[in-house]
């Protein structure tokens, strides 16, 4: 063996100066006595800043009450020499960890001469435990919380590991079972040897496996993912995660199956809507034409009007009924556009205002003066809610007064309140909540002496939730009641510029007019209005017949019933739209569909305008002075 002759003071003076470590040599009382190069360029500081201070200022304490003599009893005799791992600030600022190991060396008497300390710097080390840990912390997380199961298995096909929710789906306990059994029991054997075989390199490989197996026997719908596990980039097995999907197959079904409830109520709406409007028109149709062209005696004209009354009374439990399936179906839209407020209340009110003499009701109304008088929404739907509610505090109001009044919401001054009060029988205030409920009676059914659905209250909470409000009453159940609704308010500061139709500022003109309609009686009804009115008519019994009589002579205007044989009123007016092109006379579909997307329906076919039976004279009017110059 070849021997070299060292100094030992030399060997140890190139090992302080030389080493990548930093060497320190500490006094008993922690004063740095000398440092060597590493030392410098590990903390930052240079051997003048350094020596003559105090060994314990470059430590960095965690805990704010940790103190310095807690830090100065790592130096104590007791731990002559120790390892630990600590934190250090350096000259820059920065943090560092370090390995830092030391020994206390004495005289020959005994006494504590100084310490040795050597510091490794272990940064880099320390951060890439935590992200370890984190991965750890983050993989465990998600393997505890998932709401999936998750199990891991190996390249023999045998479980490694797995979470409680694979636990809770399978049956079988983790630590006693599922570790170390086969995965094949779970998902079968032939599935195990495709994802060994191909998951690597085929995506589609989990598709083929959507059930699993439980301690129990029983077959669990699932939808699996499968990601395979990498150790030093080499394939060690792969993670089955499972998602139970029984229930939400099971909410599918019941979504699917609430969706064909609703289709099919809608067709029975439709359907019913149909049936019952047609020979509506019939009645309201045959008592308008003979109280309007027949000699009848004062007896006959009260029958005749309570026969009218009773069909109006009629259509309007229909439209109720059609009007809420439609809102709670999310049939139903607002269409808005600017309107004049102070115009619609009026109208509102003129509405009611001669079943309200009749009693001798005080009708009055006041807005106050911090509400514009024009605003933005459906001035349709919001008379709607005050007829419902004026029309009941007119019929509950046995004598006294009914009112109206419009504020801005104090709290919420983006908003309108709209409260009506009137003076009569009142409502128990117990039952202030459930008025609002479809059919409810504010008397029972037993003894009641007022007519209704009870459907009114309920499909104006319906409406006010659609404009954005809430409505709620307010009764002592002995001195009449209130109803508040607010809406958001949309202001408009210049109101609408008013245009006039030149047709509809005079009678239409003698017009040469096509009635297409496969019912007899409601032929009869229309052919009767319309000639009153003084208009020629050509009557056809289906679609096809309505384009061979287009063909034959012009015409200024079609009546077109949308449901007729051999050729529906859809089609006809597709078909004639585009044989006269430009040259088409206006078409306007006659329907007893009453439905949300029935008149878009019938405009997209091509037809120029809508109108639901039962038809009245106003009506055919209107038609007549918009097409008809």
């Given amino acids: ?363 009055s109304y006041t807005i106050n003066h911090d509400v514009p008088d024009y605003i933005y929404g459906d001035v349709e739907r919001l008379k709607q809610v005050l007829l419902n509610l004026l029309g009941n505090a007119v019929k509950f109001t046995p004598k006294g007064s009914i009112s109206v009044k419009v504020k801005r919401v104090k709290e919420e001054p983006s908003r309108l309140a709209f409260t009506i009060t009137d003076t009569g029988i009142g409502i128990d205030p117990e039952r202030l909540d459930e008025i609002f409920e479809p059919f409810a009676q504010i008397d029972s059914f037993m003894t009641r002496r007022h007519e209704g659905t009870g459907l009114g209250l309920a499909i104006s909470r319906k409406i006010v939730e659609m404009m954005g409000g809430e409505i709620y009453a307010e009764s002592d159940g002995k001195t009449g009641s209130s109803f508040t609704f607010t809406m958001i308010l949309k202001e408009v500061t210049v109101p609408p510029r008013e245009v006039h139709n030149i047709n509809s500022l005079k009678a239409a003109r003698q017009a040469s007019i096509l009635l297409a309609e496969d019912n007899r009686i409601n032929l009869l009804v229309l052919t009767k209005m319309l000639e009153k009115l003084g208009h020629r008519v050509t009557a056809v019994k289906n679609g096809l017949d309505a384009i061979e009589a287009i063909r034959r002579e012009p015409f200024d205007l079609i009546f077109m019933d949308v449901h007729m044989p051999i050729l529906n009123g859809l089609d006809a007016a597709r078909r004639i739209k585009e044989e006269r092109k430009e040259n088409s006379p206006f078409i306007i579909a006659v329907t007893a569909n009453a439905l949300k997307g029935d008149r878009e329906e019938c405009l997209a076919a091509g037809m120029d305008e809508y109108i639901s039976k039962p038809i009245r004279s106003e009506v055919l009017q209107k038609i007549l002075q918009q097409f008809v110059s």
């Fill in 1 to 363: 063996m070849h021997r070299v002759n060292l100094n030992e003071e030399k060997f140890n003076q190139q090992v302080f100066t030389h080493a990548f470590f930093g060497i320190a040599l500490i006094a008993a009382d922690s004063l740095i006595l000398r440092i060597n190069p590493a030392m410098e360029q590990i903390m930052g500081f240079t051997k003048k800043e350094l020596e003559g201070t105090s060994f314990f200022d470059l430590f960095y304490l965690d805990n704010p009450l940790e103190s310095m003599e807690h830090s100065k009893n790592f130096l104590s005799e007791d731990n002559a020499g120790m390892h630990l791992e600590k934190r250090f600030r350096k000259k820059n600022g920065g943090l560092m960890w370090g390995l830092l190991s030391f020994r206390l060396f004495h005289d020959e008497a005994g006494k504590p001469l100084y310490y040795i300390c050597q510091l490794f710097d272990i940064t880099k080390q320390k951060e890439s435990e935590q992200r370890l840990q984190e991965s750890v912390e983050r993989y465990t997380s998600l393997k505890k919380y998932n709401h999936d199961a998750i199990i891991s298995f190996g390249l023999d096909g045998h479980i490694i590991n797995a979470n409680r929710v694979a636990e809770k789906l399978t049956g079988y306990c983790i630590e006693t079972e599922l570790i170390g059994m086969k995965i094949s029991h779970l998902i079968g054997e032939e599935s195990v040897s495709h994802i060994l075989k191909n998951a690597l390199h085929d995506d589609t490989v989990e598709q083929d496996i959507n059930t699993l197996v439980t301690k129990g026997g029983e077959i669990v719908e699932v939808l699996t993912s499968i990601a395979p596990i990498f150790v030093n980039k080499t394939n060690i097995g792969f993670y089955l995660i499972c998602k139970d999907i029984s229930e939400q197959k099971q909410l599918v079904l019941a979504k699917e199956t609430a969706e064909a409830t609703n289709k099919a109520k809608s067709e029975f709406l439709a359907m019913m809507s149909h049936e019952i409007r047609t020979p509506m028109n019939g009645v309201v149709g045959m008592t308008e034409i003979l109280l309007e062209t027949t000699d009848l005696t004062q007896e006959q004209q009260g029958y005749v009007e309570i026969i009218r009354k009773s069909g109006e009374t009629l259509l309007n439990i229909i439209n109720d009924i059609l009007d809420l399936s439609k809102i709670e179906a999310g049939r139903s839209e607002l269409h808005e556009e600017t309107f004049e407020l102070r115009k619609s209340i009026k109208d509102s009110l003129s509405v009611v205002s001669s079943k309200a003499e009749d009693k001798n009701l005080e009708l």
